[in-house]
């Protein structure tokens, strides 16, 4: 398995029910230069399996990590490189039995310290902070500041992903505050050249 590291442009997918449109959009973000890829589809009835195999492949081609949200059984099934768990997603102990010591898990903190601190030492590989802006995709999401993001630099040796509104016009703020990578997901594949919004973002670092 690849030396996997958490930076840069961490891409998030959009919902999709249709696989190979998800799939040119996604190699278009790998084109532009993101570093990891997290495979997040709320559709009902998408061919989950089928369209995470194919991340799998596309990351494994262009060198990039790949990540699966909420499902360890389908981080299993494709052999992501990882899992991502939110507050409602289970504990990393029983992922990390599943998964084993080679893969990584990440954990959502939203905007506690403390969370990611518990996680730390739990054997998450790195935490996730946010929603850092108004997010259209969790519109209810609470605000996590910058602050948090200097201060958790300051305290935690796993890096550190900022989420939740990220732009290009407010990506600066989050990695000068501390940040090892942004988590985007319209900015990036809402946009008309996702391969050029992707190098863009992979250039703040």
């Known amino acids: 398995m690849k030396t996997i590291s958490i930076n840069g442009l961490y891409a998030i997918t959009p919902d999709s029910d249709d696989r190979d449109a998800l799939l040119r959009k996604v190699e278009a ?7 990891v890829i997290q495979y997040r589809n709320k559709t009902e009835g998408a061919p989950h399996l089928e369209m995470a195999k194919g991340i799998a ?22 052999d992501a490189d990882g899992v991502h768990l939110g507050r409602d997603d289970g504990d990393i102990a029983p992922a990390r039995s599943s998964l084993g010591a080679g893969r990584i898990i990440g954990v959502s903190c939203y905007g506690s310290l403390a969370r990611a601190l518990e996680a730390q030492a739990a ?19 609470p605000h996590a500041p910058l602050s948090l993001l200097t201060e958790a630099r300051q305290v935690l040796q796993v890096p550190i992903v900022a989420i939740g509104g990220i732009t290009l016009h407010n990506a600066p703020q989050v990695v000068d505050a501390g940040a090892d990578a942004v988590a985007v997901i319209s900015a990036v594949f809402d946009t008309p050249d996702i391969a050029q919004a992707a190098q863009a973002f992979s250039n703040l670092f």
């Open 29 to 35: 973000g790998l084109t532009g230069g993101a570093r």
């Open 57 to 78: 492949a596309l990351c494994r081609q262009f060198n990039a990590v790949f990540i699966v949200n909420d499902d360890v059984e389908l981080a299993l099934q494709t």
């Open 123 to 141: 054997g998450a590989d790195y935490v996730a902070f946010g929603s850092m802006f108004p997010s259209s995709t969790k519109p209810q999401a």
